[in-house]
């Protein structure tokens, strides 16, 4: 899953030259052969664009070699996702699978280039799904694009509370000094030491609850960076033990109604986004009507703009309460952040206004606007360029 750390990490990195490569990949088909040749045919996209900026060749073909090592790793290629980032600078390699299709493209300026995934942190770009059984759980990301399962320390099922009871009831039954049982803290578990009798529902219902706990804390914890809707898949009884033990934000009362076990990711990602995209569609939808009210109203219109000079200016300063972009569109030109100053023109790489220049200094202004809407806490919506008015690429509603 993509994070908000992990965008401020990405945007903290302002060396020059930096690479950021993205590429749509496939998980399975004749598609996965072509991927790594694709691939390399971007890395040499990535050192001719780093020679034109005047690096030796061999400095380019040595920059890109934490990527280039991928290009003949069949197992890598074969454990992909919808899409795959790249990121490349001096002392620096990062890489993340992505559950969309980015564009297939290089971009080498000054600092990382994030617009790609900028949509896996808008309003309506992310989501989770909790799927619960009594023998498992996982944790996916998703987003409209596609779904991918999260690598989170989940428990064992209840299987695994019941493994501990097994355990300590014959602990109890033993000599003293084997009665010490598996512990947290100072603690026995309690569902490990109480008497249920011979009742065997009873003791089924309480294995349950005490799994449906420790989920609970552990889901909680992993998700503490994520402020997204969260779409619980389960059966009627899971589902309802779970939300009498959980407190966690953004579950969504609306549930899938099924046994996880027995759908495959896909689809659970269809009925978990049938859940949430109302709720997306309605909050892009406000945004919208919210820009052209306020745009619209005399007594406001100084709260709004679409110039990227007043609005990169205002990102930075945290004054954008709602950003709305046009899908796929960008503007370059430089930001002086000493004097707030922002001037459109000119092209990264090299490309300068139309003359061959250093490109140093040229980034994308949508891209810096909504990294620093989102970092400082507002809300970004990607919108198609009929919502907003005509050769726009960006609109923002100030919050003063």
């Given at each position: 899953?993509?994070?908000?750390?992990?965008?401020?990490?990405?945007?903290?990195?302002?060396?020059?030259?930096a690479v950021s490569l993205f590429m749509p990949t496939h998980t399975a088909g004749r598609e996965i052969r072509q991927d790594p040749i694709r691939f390399r045919n971007l890395l040499g996209q990535a050192v001719e664009r780093l020679t034109a900026l005047g690096m030796r060749r061999p400095d380019a073909e040595a920059m890109v070699t934490p990527a280039a090592k991928f290009l003949d790793e069949g197992e890598f290629w074969r454990h992909q996702d919808r899409g795959l980032a790249m990121f490349i600078a001096d002392?620096?390699?990062?890489m993340h699978r992505l559950p969309m299709e980015p564009?297939?493209?290089?971009?080498?300026?000054?600092g990382l280039s994030v617009r790609p995934l900028l949509p896996l942190l808008a309003a309506e770009g992310a989501f989770m799904v909790l799927a619960v059984s009594a023998s498992r759980a996982r944790l996916f990301s998703a987003s409209r694009w596609g779904i991918c399962e999260e690598e989170a320390k989940l428990p064992d099922g209840v299987q695994e509370v019941h493994a501990e009871t097994d355990y300590d009831e014959n602990s109890l039954n033993s000599a003293p000094p084997a009665r010490h049982g598996k512990r947290r803290g100072s603690a026995v578990s309690m569902v490990k030491t109480h008497n249920f009798g011979e009742d065997p529902e009873e003791l089924r219902k309480a294995h349950l609850i005490e799994y449906l706990r420790r989920l609970a804390v552990a889901v909680h914890e992993h998700l503490k960076v994520f402020n997204g809707p969260t779409v619980l898949v389960a059966e009627d009884e899971i589902r309802g033990h779970f939300r009498t033990v959980s407190n966690l934000n953004g579950l969504l009362d609306a549930a899938v109604d099924a046994n996880p076990d027995a759908l495959d990711a896909q689809e659970i990602h269809r009925r978990a986004y049938a859940l949430v995209e109302p709720l997306f569609t309605q909050a892009r939808d406000k945004a919208v009507d919210q820009f052209r009210a306020v745009a619209g109203d005399v007594r406001t219109t100084g709260r709004a703009a679409t110039r990227p000079e007043d609005i990169v200016p205002a990102a930075r300063q945290n004054r954008v309460a709602t950003l709305l972009l046009s899908e796929g569109m960008r503007v370059w030109g430089r930001y002086d952040e000493a004097n707030d100053r922002v001037s459109v023109g000119g092209e990264p790489g090299g490309q300068d206004g139309g003359h061959q220049g250093d490109g140093q200094g040229v980034i994308d202004l949508v891209e810096r606007a909504a990294a620093d809407t989102l970092l400082n806490g507002g809300e970004v919506h990607v919108v198609t360029a009929d919502a907003l008015p005509a050769d726009t690429a960006m609109a923002a509603i100030f919050r003063y």
């Open positions: 899953m993509f994070t908000r750390d992990d965008l401020g990490r990405l945007l903290a990195v302002h060396t020059t030259p002392g620096m390699f990062e564009p297939e493209e290089v971009v080498v300026a000054q």
